[in-house]
């Protein structure tokens, strides 16, 4: 049974680049939520997909925008990316929309770093 | 917004001694969460805390639910070498986004 699956591990992009991570759920999960982990911070919740739309949002522009296909895969896509956004990013996925925490299995992350 | 401000923020300790850490906050919440995180990996759950007052235990892990609501901690016994890692304390109200504070870096000297 394969686990949050992430992908690319590591990716290097310019400034004003635009990016596109994707994230497998856990078998049986239909709901993926997404997490920015500065280096030496926890991790900052930026937004939960479930039945294909967002339902929750934290504090992120709208630079950041997410999907979520029929499989319940899901991509993270940043555009105009910003120094700051230099970040691991983390997939988690549960089995309710409602289970923002609680239960949630994290992938290994994708390290993204802006140039 | 909603902060969790953890201590300390890392600890250098001998193999075999016991470890306590704690999260608070001024906000309340009604579930605190602990995770730890290894190096290339995504945080792990150990402990899952629902009420206030709450005590639960995971192995050598105990964790403790404040009864303010406002603050949890997480104790360690007879730490070994494959503890370390970064410990994160998390907690939401209701349905809202989970809060992560910022870590507790655990050094185990064997």
């Known amino acids: 049974d394969a686990g949050v699956t992430q992908s690319p591990t590591h990716l290097i992009k310019t400034r004003g680049q635009q990016v596109t991570l994707r994230c497998s759920p856990k078998?049986?999960?239909?709901?993926v939520s997404w997490y920015q982990q500065a280096l030496g911070q926890g991790p900052q919740f930026i937004f939960q997909?479930?039945?294909?739309?967002?339902?929750q949002r934290g504090n992120f522009p709208d630079r950041f925008s997410g999907h979520q296909f029929p499989n319940y895969s899901s991509e993270l896509n940043v555009n105009a990316l910003l120094l700051g956004d230099s970040a691991l990013y983390l997939c988690?996925?549960?089995?309710?929309?409602?289970?923002?925490?609680?239960?949630?299995?994290f992938g290994s992350g994708t390290q993204l770093s802006v140039l | 917004g909603q902060q969790l401000n953890q201590s300390p923020q890392s600890m250098f300790i001998q193999e075999g001694e016991d470890v306590s850490m704690n999260c608070t906050s001024s906000?309340?919440?009604?579930?605190w969460l602990w995770y730890k995180q290894e190096p290339g990996e995504g945080p792990v759950l150990l402990i899952a805390?629902?009420?206030?007052?709450e005590l639960t235990s995971n192995g050598r892990l105990t964790a403790q639910f404040g009864i303010t609501r406002k603050d949890s901690f997480l104790n360690i016994s007879a730490s070994i070498p494959s503890d370390v890692g970064i410990y994160f304390c998390?907690?939401?109200?209701?349905?809202?986004?989970?809060?992560f504070g910022q870590g507790t870096r655990l050094t185990i000297n064997p």
């Open positions: 997909y479930y039945e294909e739309e967002e339902r």
């Open positions: 805390l629902y009420k206030a007052g």
């Open positions: 988690a996925s549960s089995f309710s929309k409602w289970a923002v925490g609680e239960k949630l299995f």
């Open positions: 906000s309340i919440f009604n579930t």
């Open positions: 078998s049986g999960h239909d709901t």
């Open positions: 998390a907690a939401r109200l209701g349905a809202q986004k989970l809060v």
